[in-house]
Nanobody, 122 residues
Framework: QVQLVESGGGLVQPGSSLRLSCAAS????????IGWFRQAPGKEREGVSC????????YYADSVKGRFTISRDNAKNTVYLQMNSLKPEDTAVYYC???????????????WGKGTLVTVSS
């Protein structure tokens, strides 16, 4: 059984911070690359960040570089996305996903969580 469960979303004001968590069960995160994706209303799903299983390399979309940080805690089987300086454009449902290789293309991922909603508004 492979499960990914996101948490930490909510309603925040522009400029604030939020930390999302992705808890995995059924396998350990050291076997997989884990990515964060988001989908805003009327938009296609896009990759936000990804972390590899082999060497911990990280990848970020240009829109979040310098503001978001992905990290992995294998002991807790959890991946985090620290989101700083949030903008209204960051409003979306955020999903975590697992795959064999790190990618910011959602079609490359095999297992998905159900998502957590992040709303950035004044």
């Amino acid at each position: 059984q492979v499960q990914l469960v996101e948490s930490g979303g909510g309603l925040v004001q522009p400029g604030s911070s939020l930390r999302l968590s992705c808890a995995a069960s059924g396998y350990t995160l050291d076997y997989y690359a884990i990515g964060w994706f988001r989908q805003a209303p009327g938009k296609e799903r896009e990759g936000v960040s990804c972390i590899s299983s082999s060497d911990g390399r990280t990848y970020y979309a240009d829109s979040v570089k310098g503001r978001f940080t992905i990290s992995r805690d294998n002991a807790k089987n959890t991946v985090y996305l620290q989101m700083n300086s949030l903008k209204p454009e960051d409003t979306a449902v955020y999903y975590c996903a697992a795959g064999v290789l790190p990618t910011l293309y959602y079609t490359g991922m095999d297992y998905w969580g159900k998502g957590t909603l992040v709303t950035v508004s004044s």
